[in-house]
T-cell receptor, first 114, second 115 residues
Framework: ETGVTQTPRHLVMGMTNKKSLKCEQH?????MYWYKQSAKKPLELMFV???????ENNSVPSRFSPECPNSSHLFLHLHTLQPEDSALYLC?????????????FGSGTRLTVV | QQQVKQSPQSLIVQKGGISIINCAYE??????FPWYQQFPGKGPALLIA?????SEKKEGRFTISFNKSAKQFSLHIMDSQPGDSATYFC??????????????FGDGTTLTVKP
């Protein structure tokens, strides 16, 4: 365990379903991130939260909706997804204060849209 | 516009050899350069990182070489082992006004170490 826990590990959903991905960290970090990792593509930043406030939305379609109820939890709500949204969704956290530090990633949720 | 370019895309090395992965960046505002290691089914894990005030950092068999004037940095894996077989990502980071920090990743290098 890295200190960042993602659930579920695998998810298969139809295009009309609504589901949520969950991320939890107890590292005392103030910043949390959602990344999308597709085959043959670099890691794509989706959302950034700092102290529970969304500070970046990287032109992500509205069918992805993030939520950060507190500094330890981050959700990604999914609805009416497309097959091209199938990917590994990674949550990460960082201290988020002062100097920049590396990320601690979770193991990801492997999403398949059918 | 890709801000961090990583090469090679894949690398095959014999056990005991040296693995070298290179990255180049464009934005001089970057002030933190981490490398991540990712095994199948896992998220990337921070391996080693460097800040631009030093030219080299070594941790065990892993060394980062940093050339600020050329805007390039590289990862060297000495005495490469089959267990090092993984995908390696370089990244370049800078602190945002929000204090969140933001990393831009390279495309990744798949390393295979043959026994």
């Amino acid at each position: 365990e890295t200190g960042v826990t993602q659930t579920p590990r695998h998810l298969v959903m139809g295009m009309t379903n609504k589901k949520s991905l969950k991320c939890e960290q107890h590292l005392g970090h103030n910043a949390m991130y959602w990344y999308k990792q597709s085959a043959k593509k670099p890691l794509e930043l989706m959302f950034v939260y700092s102290l529970e406030e969304r500070v970046e939305n990287n032109s992500v379609p509205s069918r992805f909706s993030p939520e950060c109820p507190n500094s330890s939890h981050l959700f990604l709500h999914l609805h009416t997804l497309q097959p091209e949204d199938s990917a590994l969704y990674l949550c990460a956290s960082s201290p988020g204060q002062g100097m920049v530090y590396g990320y601690t990633f979770g193991s990801g949720t492997r999403l398949t849209v059918v | 516009q890709q801000q961090v370019k990583q090469s090679p895309q894949s690398l095959i090395v014999q056990k005991g050899g040296i693995s070298i992965i290179n990255c180049a960046y464009e934005n001089t505002a970057f002030d933190y350069f981490p490398w991540y290691q990712q095994f199948p089914g896992k998220g990337p894990a921070l391996l080693i990182a460097i800040r631009p005030d030093v030219s080299e950092k070594k941790e065990g068999r892993f060394t980062i070489s940093f050339n600020k004037s050329a805007k390039q940095f590289s990862l060297h894996i000495m005495d490469s082992q089959p267990g090092d077989s993984a995908t390696y990502f370089c990244a370049a980071s800078r602190r945002e006004n929000t204090n969140a920090g933001k990393s831009t990743f390279g495309d990744g290098t798949t390393l295979t170490v043959k026994p």
